[in-house]
């Protein structure tokens, strides 16, 4: 393995007014259109009893109204109803969701991140990642520019464990001094049989910037967009 280190993560911290969110309009519309909907069935059914208190005042004693057939209508308007309160329901749920998760996400600005990921930003000759693997094995490397282009590639006899650090000086193999900026790390490994050893990688960074026009709410870490749900840590 590497020599063990940490990242240091100079990226600023962005402050300012973000703009509401799509979402946020969308749960309004909803909203919107639920109470018009609502508005509509009350008097559509204020109508209908109209007109049924109409016909029973007005009804032939010698031929009564059927009365499984205006039960029938009670029935109908009162599902309609009720699924109307049920739709309003699940926009207020979804809309408080909305809001949590946004309010989560801002929490997290300024604060250093760990994320399930493969990119980080080498900062003063210092790139660090944190790999998981479950088997000892033959760990290979391969790390690469923003350009795509590989600047590095490694072998190392790895033990099993999670979180181990892997650092990188930003040296190529052939000793090129590569500068600092965002690269990609690929692991794969290989036990004492041969097999192949799944290994996942995650990355640190400061939270820089949150996007809530996007849902789930996106957080940007080392100029690379995550979830929330892809947050495995936060400290500072």
């Known amino acids: 393995m590497a020599a063990v280190g940490t990242a240091t993560n100079a990226s600023p911290i962005v402050s300012g007014t973000t703009p509401q969110s799509s979402s946020s309009s969308s749960s309004s519309t909803a909203d919107a259109s639920n109470a018009l909907a609502s508005q509509q069935i009350a008097g559509n059914f204020q109508s209908f009893l109209q007109l049924l208190t109409?016909?029973?005042q007005n009804q032939n004693p010698l031929d009564p109204l059927d009365t499984n057939q205006f039960t029938q209508q009670l029935v109908e308007f009162a599902g309609v109803q009720?699924?109307?309160n049920t739709n309003s329901s699940l926009s207020t749920l979804v809309s408080l969701q909305q809001t949590a998760q946004s309010t989560q996400a801002l929490t997290f600005v300024g604060k250093t991140a760990t994320v399930s990921g493969?990119?980080?930003t080498m900062t003063n000759s210092q790139a660090t990642?944190?790999?998981d693997?479950?088997?000892?094995s033959t760990l290979s490397v391969t790390i690469s520019n923003g350009s795509g282009q590989t600047v590095f590639t490694g072998s190392y006899s790895a033990t099993a464990g999670n979180g181990q650090p892997f650092s990188w000086n930003g040296k190529g193999n052939d000793g090129t001094q590569w500068p600092d900026g965002q690269y990609k790390m690929t692991a794969t490994a290989v036990d004492s049989s041969g097999n192949n050893v799944a290994v996942s990688t995650d990355v640190e960074g400061v939270v820089s910037s949150?996007?809530?026009?996007q849902t789930p709410p996106m957080l940007t870490i080392n100029g690379q967009t995550y979830t929330i749900s892809q947050i495995k840590g936060i400290s500072g």
Do not use: E, F, H, R
Not at 133 to 136: A, D, R, S, T
Not at 210 to 213: A, E, G, P, Q
């Open 54 to 56: 109409t016909q029973l």
């Open 82 to 84: 009720q699924q109307l």
């Open 118 to 120: 493969s990119t980080t």
């Open 129 to 131: 990642w944190a790999l």
């Open 133 to 136: 693997i479950p088997k000892n």
């Open 210 to 213: 949150v996007d809530l026009t």
